[in-house]
């Protein structure tokens, strides 16, 4: 499973951040320039889906789960290590 971590996203330019917490958790707080496909809707919004990503959630359990899943299918997808969490514990700047 390929990972990173918030250091590393925050380092990153091009690359699209999806976050697959619910809509409620997501509205709270985000990484900014993420956007929300909750891990509940993903599997009818997989179209919505580039072939590359990042991948962030609360603390990386659920977007470990999405790596899993997609990289399969032929995804190039990465798990952000400790989530949203890690993101906000490192300081660094939240959209709400």
Known sequence: MQEIT???LMARTDTPLIDVREEGEFAAGRVPGAINIPLSQLGERLGELPHEFDVICKIGG????VVAALEPRGYDVTNVQGG???WIEAGYEVER
């Not at 659920?62 to 789960?65: D, E, F, K, L, V």
Request: negative net charge.
């Open 6 to 8: 918030v250091a590393e």
């Open 62 to 65: 659920r977007s470990a789960q």
């Open 84 to 86: 949203t969490d890690a």
